[in-house]
Each structure stands twice: as structure tokens, then as C-alpha cells.
């Protein structure tokens, strides 16, 4: 079974601030893993994902996260928050067969100030 | 723009009512997906199609279910619902297996 934890449910950073939101994981085999924005009261939108391509993923909106096997990990990164980045943050894993059934964290909501 | 609509964006029922959730996609994904995510909790998957095949999570209740009357539809049934049911649901579609999944807006439920 595949598992995703999220430290810290919520994270504050001032405007400007280095973003660092921590995923690790759990699988028997390295997985594919995503990282997912929600806006209050919308669904999910799609930041980035690594399926064991390169390890340094890059996604919208200035974010990018590294694969890290040997720690299990999937921390997401932006080296400068906006007021926008202002949301809910998920971090998600799938097995890399079959099905893309994605298991999800629990989330962590990111606060901006200015 | 290509995208996956869900309809409506809240809903309020009574409950033990029977409820239908719609969602509908332009984008000719094969792979439909229903999850339920409740107040600051995780989405959860309840099933998916890949076509015409359903794929029923383990743990999914019977209260759900699902219906998939052609490639561009997908429904959410929920036969009695009780107030632990309230939830936001989420309608993703994907081109094929280990394709990025796309996310409709969600329906917000409410049972009264």
C-alpha cells in the first residue's frame, strides 16, 4: 500500500519568502508523485508531477520539486511566495503501473502576508 | 476550452433523499473518477471507469454509485444520504492509465 504524509497542515511565509511544503512517502516501489493546488472552493489544479524522468521537476507558476529516493521524499520549493500562492497544497502518489489512482496527503495550507 | 464541467456546484439534500451528481468532459478522456473530499481532509477515491469498466475501491459504501452512459458523462449516485456524506466531490478525467489526471470544480454537498 501506498501512503503520502504531509508535515505541517499549515505553513506561513511572508511575501517574498523562500516556500518549502514537505511530502514524504511510502511505496514498496518508487511511485509517481504529484503535487496538486486548491483554491477555496475549486477543485484541483495540476503544479507538477515526476514519473522517474528527471529527478528536479519544474511546474507552473515558479514551483519545483526534487525527488529524493534514498529519503523518500517530495518537497515542493518556489524561491519567492506571491500573495496568489495563497492555497491549499496536495501531495499525491500513484503506482507506476496500471491504474494513475492517486493517493493523496492531507494537505497543507499555505499563508502569504504581506 | 477543453475541460471537465461538473453540475451542480452545490447541492442540498435531505437526508436519506436520493441525490445524482453529474460531471461531463470535453476533453474524450477514457478514464472517468469520483472522489469524495470532507472538510479539511484528503481527497479520497471512491471509483473510476477506464471506458465502460467500473472500478470499485474496496472501501467505498454501497450508498455510492456510478454510471457512465457514454465517454463524455459520468454520474454520482447516492442513494441515502446521511450527513456524513457531506462532502465536496470531485470529478477527475484522465487520456488513459498513467495519464495526468484533470479535475472538474467539484460539487459541494450538503445534507440536511
Known amino acids: 500500500a501506498q501512503s503520502v504524509t504531509q508535515l505541517g497542515s499549515h505553513v506561513s511565509v511572508s511575501e517574498g519568502a523562500l516556500v518549502l511544503l514537505r511530502c514524504n512517502y511510502s511505496s514498496s516501489v518508487p511511485p509517481y508523485l504529484f503535487w496538486y493546488v486548491q483554491y477555496p472552493n475549486q477543485g484541483l489544479q495540476l503544479l507538477l508531477k515526476?514519473?522517474?524522468?528527471?529527478?528536479l521537476v519544474k511546474g507552473i507558476n515558479g514551483f519545483e520539486a526534487e525527488f529524493k529516493k534514498s529519503e523518500t521524499s517530495f518537497h515542493l520549493t518556489k524561491p519567492s511566495a506571491h500573495m496568489s500562492d495563497a492555497a491549499e497544497y496536495f501531495c499525491?502518489?500513484?503506482?507506476?503501473?496500471?491504474?494513475?489512482?492517486?493517493?493523496f496527503g492531507k494537505g497543507t495550507m499555505l499563508l502569504v502576508s504581506p | 476550452d477543453a475541460m471537465v464541467i461538473q453540475n451542480p456546484r452545490y447541492q442540498v439534500t435531505q437526508f436519506g433523499k436520493p441525490v445524482t451528481l453529474s460531471c461531463s468532459q470535453t476533453?474524450?478522456?477514457?478514464?472517468m473518477y469520483w472522489y469524495q473530499q470532507k472538510s479539511s481532509q484528503a481527497p479520497k477515491l471512491l471509483f473510476h471507469y477506464y471506458d465502460k469498466d467500473f472500478n470499485n475501491e474496496a472501501d467505498t459504501p454501497d450508498n455510492f454509485q456510478s454510471r457512465r452512459p457514454n465517454t463524455s458523462f459520468c454520474f454520482l449516485d447516492i442513494r441515502s444520504p446521511g450527513l456524513g456524506d457531506a462532502a465536496m466531490y470531485l470529478c477527475a478525467t484522465s487520456k488513459d492509465r498513467q495519464e495526468t489526471q484533470y479535475f472538474g470544480p467539484g460539487t459541494r454537498l450538503l445534507v440536511l
Open positions: 515526476y514519473t522517474s524522468a528527471a529527478t
Open positions: 476533453l474524450n478522456h477514457n478514464v
Open positions: 499525491a502518489v500513484s503506482p507506476p503501473w496500471g491504474y494513475s489512482t492517486l493517493t
